[in-house]
């Protein structure tokens, strides 16, 4: 249990144009996911914490007019990079928290990541 | 000084030895740890999570925690050259969903 996963796991863009990544938990509802970047040999950092049917909140130094995060259903969020430049290309991951059911709820059970190169 | 410090490692040991992986944390009110491992280009797995002092087993892992000395350990027995991976521990604020992640500590088993 407790799968989430990522689309595309892999994407080249040209600078200048946007990407659209997706995170999906696929046997459990999510009432929060979030959003990392990760560079190579680093830790995660967090970008931004979203809740289905509200706006994202951001961290400290993430532009929101660049990060375009949607969080449509319990199940579904997505990370948009608008006008990518070569200094975004890095790790993207996602993850989900469980709802509370039998778990603590501060579990967070993380996608596969989705690794972009902006050329 | 960092919320979380981890020491980055690489950490090699051979196979079957006992590994002791380590984060310290500054703040006292922060309540859940988790330990997760990443393999390289994968995201983190979650390995355990705990949220009291004393020690948590689940197989060849134990999760322990001191909230006195604000320390926290992982330690895996019988440890094989699957185990090759990045360690990294989370913790969370109080009152907060979100994770504060040390650097991270890679680990390195020889077969």
């Known amino acids: 249990g407790a799968v989430v996963s990522q689309h595309p796991s892999w994407v080249i863009c040209k600078s200048g144009t946007s990407v659209k990544i997706e995170c999906r938990s696929l046997d459990f509802q999510a009432t929060t996911m979030f959003w990392y970047r990760q560079f190579p040999k680093q830790s995660l950092m967090l970008m931004a914490t979203?809740?289905?049917?509200?706006?994202?909140?951001?961290e400290q130094g993430v532009e929101k007019d660049k990060f375009l995060i949607n969080h449509a259903s319990l199940t579904l969020s997505t990370l948009t990079v608008t006008s990518a430049h070569p200094e975004d290309s890095s790790f993207y991951i996602c993850s989900a928290r469980d709802l509370p059911s039998g778990s603590s709820g501060y579990e967070q059970y993380f996608g596969p990541g989705t690794r972009l190169t902006v050329t | 000084q960092k919320e979380v410090e981890q020491d980055p490692g690489p950490l090699s040991v051979p196979e079957g030895a006992i590994v002791s992986l380590n984060c310290t944390y500054s703040n006292s009110a922060f309540q859940y740890f988790m330990w997760y491992r990443q393999y390289s280009r994968k995201g983190p797995e979650l390995l355990m999570y705990?949220?009291?002092?004393g020690n948590k087993e689940d197989g060849r892992f134990t999760a322990q925690v001191d909230k006195s000395s604000k320390y926290i350990s992982l330690f895996i027995r019988d440890s094989q050259p699957s185990d090759s991976a990045t360690y990294l521990c989370a913790i969370t604020p109080s009152g907060t969903y979100k994770y504060i992640f040390g650097t991270g500590t890679r680990l390195k088993v020889l077969a």
């Open positions: 979203s809740n289905e049917g509200s706006k994202a909140t951001y």
């Open positions: 705990t949220y009291s002092s």
